[in-house]
C-alpha cells in the first residue's frame, strides 16, 4: 500500500490510518513484528504495536520534528513517536519546556500527551534492525512524508533529528519543493547541529543531533543545546 492520487484529499488522521497498514517492506513488517512477539524483558507485560508507527501532534502545526525511525522497544512498543525509549525521555522535556508539550513524561498512547504547534514524524515508519534502514526502505517510505508534507498546511519550519532525516527532508525538497526544487544543489545544505536554511517554497529547515543516547549520554547534544533549537524554530515559525 503506497501513497497514490486517489488520495489527494485525505486528512492526516487517514493518512496515518493508511501508513499503519503499509506493508511495502517485508524485512522491516517482518522484524518489527518478531521484536513485538519477543519482546524485552523488562516490557514482557507490554502489548508490543510492532507495526509502522503513525506520526502524532498538531494538524495545525507550524513545526515539525522529524525523525529517523521507531525504536525497536521504544515507538514500536507503544506506537507513537520518540514513545517509552531513551531518545523521547530527552525530547519531550525539552518539548514541555518550549510550550509544545503538554506534559514532560511519554511513557504510552494513552498518557494523555498533547502536542500545541509541533507534528512529530520519521523518514521511516517501521522499526528497522540495527537502526539502519536501507536506502531502497527510506525511498518506500519517502512517498508518505510528502502528502504528509502537503496536508500540514502552516509548516514553516522542520526541525531535523540526525542526518538521515535532514537527508530526507532534502529528498523531498527535490521532488515536491516548487519551482526550482529539481535544481537544488545538496552540497550546499551541510548537516550541522543548528545549521539553519530555506529550502524552495519558503520551508525553513533546522538541522539537530539526534537525541539517542549515544549523543546525550556522551554529551555531544545537551539540553540547552536542544531547547535552543526549539526555541529557534518557534521563532523562525512566529510562536513566540
Not at 204 to 213: D, E, G, K
Request: include cysteine; aromatic fraction near 8%.
Amino acid at each position: 500500500m503506497v501513497p497514490d492520487a486517489a488520495f489527494l484529499d485525505t486528512t492526516l488522521e487517514a493518512l496515518n490510518a493508511r501508513i499503519v497498514a503499509c506493508a511495502l517492506c517485508p524485512r522491516l513488517r517482518a522484524h518489527s513484528a518478531e521484536v513485538a512477539r519477543v519482546k524485552r524483558r523488562a516490557y514482557a507485560e507490554w502489548e508490543y504495536w510492532g507495526r509502522p508507527v503513525p506520526s502524532f501532534g498538531d494538524p495545525k502545526a507550524r513545526v515539525l520534528a522529524l525523525g529517523l525511525a521507531p525504536g525497536a522497544h521504544g515507538s514500536n512498543r507503544t506506537g507513537r513517536p520518540f514513545t517509552g525509549d531513551g531518545s523521547g525521555d530527552f525530547l519531550y522535556p525539552v518539548l514541555h519546556q518550549a510550550g509544545f508539550a503538554s506534559q514532560a513524561k511519554a511513557v504510552s498512547r494513552d498518557d494523555g500527551m498533547q502536542l500545541r504547534g509541533l507534528w512529530i514524524s520519521a523518514v521511516v515508519r517501521c522499526a528497522p534492525p540495527g537502526n539502519k534502514p536501507t536506502p531502497e526502505e527510506q525511498r518506500n517510505c519517502a512517498p508518505w512524508l510528502g502528502r504528509e508534507m502537503g496536508l500540514l498546511k502552516n509548516l514553516r519550519v522542520a526541525v531535523c533529528l540526525g542526518r538521515i532525516a535532514f537527508d530526507g527532508l532534502l529528498a523531498w525538497a527535490q521532488r515536491e519543493g516548487g519551482p526550482g526544487a529539481a535544481r537544488l544543489a545538496r552540497s550546499e545544505f551541510v548537516f550541522a547541529h543548528g545549521a539553519e536554511y530555506t529550502l524552495p517554497g519558503g520551508l525553513v529547515a533546522i538541522a539537530s543531533y539526534h537525541p539517542s543516547l549515544q549523543n546525550t549520554n556522551t554529551g555531544k547534544l545537551t539540553h540547552a543545546m536542544f531547547l535552543d533549537v526549539f526555541r529557534r524554530a518557534q521563532k523562525v515559525a512566529g510562536l513566540t
